[in-house]
Structures are given as structure tokens and as C-alpha cells.
């Protein structure tokens, strides 16, 4: 007899699951008639899973509004996850160093997982003001630095895949917003792995990234440096690529990787 995972799936719970996506996704409180369109389910059996989840400690509800957001018992599983990773804990020394000598600087590592660039981990600028990004956040892929370089070596089926599940959504007059120019920044990120965004998410905000490599030489995380222009300017950050470079070539060397 074959395994058939579907068989085991308890609709409950797959569907508390996909509520807790939903407001990770949305980074703002949900309310039952979103999880009505999200789920295709009446506004009665939304109202149980997200009390079931309310219930259980990982959603909290506001009492004014009714709307529902991740607590904080969510954010200590994520919390969790981070500390445990290999790759954080064997980077973060190195991003220190950098850190150090940028101090101007946001230092940040990040992931892709299922089209989702995830940061991992941000070492926040000493100067104010700043950007903040938590880690667990997921930010656009097309118009920022540490995005670009983690899609730039990707297929062109799975690039038009990514442009058509996650858009090329417009942030600033200088973001990026056609197939046809993504794929010729991506290509020139590829060439030149670095990957820039010169105030195309963030109005006055600069960032460049480089790629971590494995023992395969293969794109497995990317590390970036970033700054809002009265800290530093775009020459500032662009100045400061070789240190980078070299940041992201020891931590692949860590991982085993001998041509970085």
C-alpha cells in the first residue's frame, strides 16, 4: 500500500495553519471575512478557528475592533527556529565584524524559502532614523538588494513564476515594475553578484548584497548592508562592496565553499 500524506491531513487543523499564514502574510490584523475569502468557509466556522487559535495562545484578539493578530507566543516559536539555525549562528560573528565597521549601517542576512525572501537576522544601525525588519519579516524580491541576489540565478521559468505569485508591486519611483526589466537587473546582479537597490524600496534608502555560498557553490543565503541616506550616502554604500564581498566569501568558506 503507497503513502498517501493527504489521508492524514485533519481539515481543522491544515485550515488554523492557513489563518496563521494569512496574518503573517498580511503583517496586519485579520478580521472573520477575510478568513471567510481566504478559506472559502461561512463566517461561523471562521469565527471557531480563529477563537480555537485565540484560544490556544497564537493569535490575540482586539477587543475594540475584532480584528485578530499573531501574539506573542507565535513570535517565541519563530524566535526559536532562528537561534537554532546553523547558518545564523555561524555568520553572525562575521556580520559583527562588519557591523563594526560600519556602524552607520543596517547588516542583514537573509533566505529564500518558497519564493519568500525571509531575513533572518538585521544588525540595526547605530545613527536614527532607521528601517526596521525584524527577523521573520519577508520582503519584496524585486526591489531590494538581498532579493535580487537570492532570484538572480534562478531559471527564467521559475523568475516568471515568482513575477506572476508575487507581482512587481511599485514602492518608489525608482522600483522596478516590468518583467522585462527585472530579468535584465537580475541578469546584471548574476554577472556582477552584487545585488543593489539604490532607493527603489524605501525613498532615501541605499543597499547592496552579496551571496553566501555552500560547498556546491551554490546560492544558499545572502548577506547586505544598508543605510538611509542621512547616515550614508549611495557612494558610501557602494564604497563599502569589497567589504562586504569579503564578509559573504568567509562566511561560504565556513560552508565549505572554496571558490567564493
Not at 477563537?51 to 475584532?66: A, F, M, R
Not at 515594475?177 to 537587473?185: F, M, N, V
Not at 543593489?196 to 547592496?208: A, P
Not at 555552500?214 to 546560492?219: A, G, R
Request: glycine share 6%; charged share 25%; aromatic share 6%.
Amino acid at each position: 500500500m503507497g503513502n498517501n500524506n493527504e489521508s492524514y491531513n485533519i481539515k481543522g487543523v491544515e485550515r488554523a495553519f492557513q489563518i496563521l499564514d494569512l496574518a503573517c502574510e498580511k503583517g496586519s490584523p485579520i478580521s472573520i471575512s477575510e478568513v471567510c475569502d481566504a478559506l472559502g468557509c461561512n463566517s461561523n466556522m471562521a469565527f471557531r478557528l480563529l477563537s480555537s487559535i485565540q484560544n490556544s495562545g497564537y493569535l490575540d484578539k482586539d477587543p475594540y475592533t475584532g480584528l485578530y493578530f499573531i501574539s506573542i507566543k507565535s513570535l517565541r516559536l519563530s524566535t526559536n527556529v532562528l537561534q537554532s539555525m546553523e547558518l545564523r549562528k555561524m555568520a553572525m560573528p562575521y556580520l559583527e565584524l562588519l557591523w563594526t565597521q560600519y556602524p552607520k549601517a543596517n547588516v542583514n542576512l537573509a533566505v529564500i524559502r518558497q519564493q519568500d525572501i525571509i531575513m533572518l537576522e538585521r544588525i540595526e544601525a547605530q545613527t536614527v532614523p532607521r528601517t526596521f525588519f525584524t527577523p521573520g519579516r519577508v520582503v519584496p524580491f524585486h526591489c531590494t538588494g538581498i532579493g535580487k541576489i537570492l532570484t538572480c540565478n534562478l531559471p527564467d521559468e521559475e523568475i516568471d513564476e515568482l513575477i506572476r505569485n508575487k507581482g512587481l508591486r511599485k514602492f518608489t519611483e525608482k522600483t522596478i515594475c516590468t518583467p522585462e526589466g527585472i530579468k535584465e537587473e537580475l541578469k546584471k546582479v548574476r554577472a556582477e553578484r552584487i545585488g543593489r537597490d539604490r532607493n527603489e524600496f524605501i525613498e532615501g534608502d541605499n543597499c547592496s548584497a552579496a551571496p553566501i555560498l555552500n560547498k556546491d557553490n551554490q546560492t544558499i543565503a545572502a548577506i547586505s548592508m544598508s543605510a538611509l541616506e542621512p547616515n550614508m550616502t549611495a557612494e558610501e554604500i557602494e564604497a563599502a562592496i569589497p567589504k562586504l564581498k569579503e564578509t559573504a566569501a568567509r562566511i561560504s568558506s565556513m560552508l565549505g565553499c572554496i571558490s567564493a
